[in-house]
């Protein structure tokens, strides 16, 4: 049997959780290239039985399931995957399995970045090393209003810490109650509140066609030019043009972006060479906890599914 790891960027899939039982009766492949081109994704796992995938990094759309005639298992890290067509699969009887998830490292990265935004910590790290001191004066976030975009398990976490540092902390997003707000300590805003009155914005959204372009141009213009956008939900939620544009005009403050479309970035992207800005690439699920857990259960999926029982399948018509 041929197993394929996509998207090991890091080369640590195979160091980072116990193989052994899966190696015993199969072989195992790691990629740790990107390949974006559908032909030459196609072309490249057509030969596996089982493929495992790190989040998003690659989809799996009807179009390619169906260019992948001895796939069997997909196995993707986290129980949610909205890059997979799960129809398509169960109709060619593949098997989509997940893994369970620690939840909280993207909000840890938030917090990076707000942090790194108010004491301009990256630029204070490179004039350090040039041989310059204390290039900038940073801003004190205590007296500040942290706004919320999303109050889910992330936004939730988030936000209290937040209220830790002392700040009012506002939230809003379609669906958000007043019962949810009260129950993390915060405060219920309108959309135009929200974005008028933060001078921390911090998105934690999932993508949907609702909330795709959510953060426009006129969004933006709403922002204090003083203010600063977090953005680790996903790309798409903020029209990348648009944030280009308000960060080279001064719009707003500045920004923390971890997230993008296309990802990865493009080495000639826009920006890689914005002012006022810290960006990342998508790191907030990037820890060790977070890949021994997901490399861990996706190498328990592929051995209970070779032993005829399948774990944490998250599409159980395919089971037949």
């Given at each position: 049997?041929?197993i394929a790891?996509?998207?090991?960027?890091?080369?640590?899939?195979?160091?980072?959780?116990?193989?052994?039982?899966?190696?015993?009766?199969?072989?195992?492949?790691?990629?740790?290239?990107?390949?974006?081109d559908m032909?030459?994704?196609?072309?490249?796992?057509?030969?596996?039985?089982?493929?495992?995938?790190?989040?998003?990094?690659?989809?799996?759309?009807?179009?390619?399931?169906?260019?992948?005639?001895?796939?069997?298992?997909?196995?993707?890290?986290?129980?949610?995957?909205?890059?997979?067509?799960?129809?398509?699969?169960?109709?060619?009887?593949?098997?989509v399995s997940?893994?369970?998830?620690?939840?909280?490292?993207?909000?840890?990265?938030?917090?990076?970045?707000?942090?790194?935004?108010?004491?301009?910590?990256?630029?204070?790290?490179?004039?350090?090393?040039?041989?310059?001191?204390?290039?900038?004066?940073?801003?004190?976030?205590?007296?500040?209003?942290?706004?919320?975009?999303?109050?889910?398990?992330?936004?939730?976490?988030?936000?209290?810490?937040?209220?830790?540092?002392?700040?009012?902390?506002?939230?809003?997003?379609?669906?958000?109650?007043?019962?949810?707000?009260?129950?993390?300590?915060?405060?219920?805003?309108?959309?135009?509140?929200?974005?008028?009155?933060?001078?921390?914005?911090?998105?934690?959204?999932?993508?949907?066609?609702?909330?795709?372009?959510?953060?426009?141009?006129?969004?933006?213009?709403?922002?204090?030019?003083?203010?600063?956008?977090?953005?680790?939900?996903?790309?798409?939620?903020?029209?990348?043009?648009?944030?280009?544009?308000?960060?080279?005009?001064?719009?707003?403050?500045?920004?923390?972006?971890?997230?993008?479309?296309?990802?990865?970035?493009?080495?000639?992207?826009?920006?890689?060479?914005?002012?006022?800005?810290?960006?990342?690439?998508?790191?907030?699920?990037?820890?060790?906890?977070?890949?021994?857990?997901?490399?861990?259960?996706?190498?328990?999926?592929?051995?209970?599914?070779?032993?005829?029982?399948?774990?944490?399948?998250?599409?159980?018509?395919?089971?037949?």
């Open positions: 049997m041929r790891i996509l998207d090991d960027y890091q080369d640590v899939a195979l160091t980072l959780a116990d193989w052994s039982q899966v190696q015993r009766s199969a072989e195992i492949t790691v990629f740790n290239d990107h390949v974006a032909d030459t994704v196609a072309a490249r796992l057509e030969p596996f039985e089982v493929v495992a995938i790190m989040r998003e990094r690659t989809p799996f759309p009807g179009e390619l399931l169906a260019r992948l005639p001895n796939l069997k298992l997909l196995v993707t890290a986290g129980m949610r995957n909205l890059s997979i067509d799960l129809e398509a699969a169960t109709e060619r009887g593949v098997i997940g893994t369970d998830n620690v939840g909280v490292t993207t909000a840890e990265l938030a917090w990076g970045l707000i942090l790194g935004l108010a004491r301009r910590i990256p630029e204070e790290d490179r004039a350090t090393r040039a041989g310059q001191w204390q290039t900038s004066v940073g801003i004190s976030i205590g007296d500040k209003t942290l706004g919320i975009i999303g109050l889910g398990k992330v936004g939730g976490h988030v936000a209290k810490i937040g209220l830790a540092f002392g700040m009012d902390v506002i939230a809003w997003s379609q669906n958000l109650t007043p019962e949810r707000c009260a129950e993390v300590g915060v405060r219920l805003a309108t959309k135009e509140e929200l974005f008028a009155t933060a001078d921390f914005l911090s998105i934690h959204l999932v993508l949907s066609d609702r909330t795709r372009g959510l953060v426009g141009r006129d969004e933006l213009a709403l922002m204090k030019p003083s203010a600063y956008l977090v953005n680790t939900a996903r790309g798409p939620i903020v029209q990348q043009e648009a944030l280009v544009e308000a960060l080279e005009a001064g719009v707003i403050g500045g920004a923390g972006i971890d997230v993008y479309e296309p990802e990865p970035l493009p080495k000639d992207h826009p920006m890689r060479s914005l002012p006022r800005s810290i960006i990342t690439p998508h790191l907030g699920f990037v820890t060790d906890t977070n890949y021994k857990l997901w490399y861990g259960q996706i190498a328990e999926d592929i051995a209970a599914w070779m032993d005829g029982k399948p774990l944490r399948v998250l599409n159980p018509d395919a089971l037949g």
